[in-house]
């Protein structure tokens, strides 16, 4: 059985920061690009971060470029997500995911699998 479970989100005022987790298991991780996406209200489900089974390849989305991280260690099977300077805009459940290619390709998220989210939220 697949499983992708996020921690990490949590209400945090603008300017903050947050790192997210995502545990994996059930399928071979090692292999797979991963990838973090979010869902907003606004702009439905969107590529945030991508990032290649050797770590050496990350793509960004234009609005987390400069304040957002993403990182893997295979050995613990894990993917993070290291969140500075966080705007409301930055407001929504974010998911770890596996997909199936990346965004020059897919411009909405094209996903293998995806876990259940974990709720972040930017307010003052």
């Known amino acids: 059985e697949v499983q992708l479970v996020e921690s990490g989100g949590d209400l945090v005022q603008p300017g903050g920061s947050l790192r997210l987790s995502c545990a994996a298991s059930?399928?071979?991780?090692?292999?797979?690009?991963m990838a973090w996406v979010r869902q907003t209200p606004e702009k439905g489900l969107e590529w945030v971060s991508v990032i290649n089974i050797l770590g050496s390849r990350t793509y960004y989305d234009d609005s987390v470029k400069g304040r957002f991280t993403i990182s893997r260690d295979n050995a613990k099977n894990t993917l993070y997500l290291q969140m500075y300077s966080l705007k409301t805009e930055d407001t929504g459940v974010y998911y770890c995911?596996?997909?199936?290619?990346?965004?020059?390709?897919?411009?909405?998220?094209?996903?293998?699998?995806r876990g259940q989210g974990t709720q972040v939220t930017v307010s003052s």
């Open positions: 995911a596996a997909p199936r290619t990346w965004p020059s390709r897919a411009p909405r998220p094209d996903l293998l699998y």
């Open positions: 059930g399928f071979p991780f090692t292999a797979s690009d």
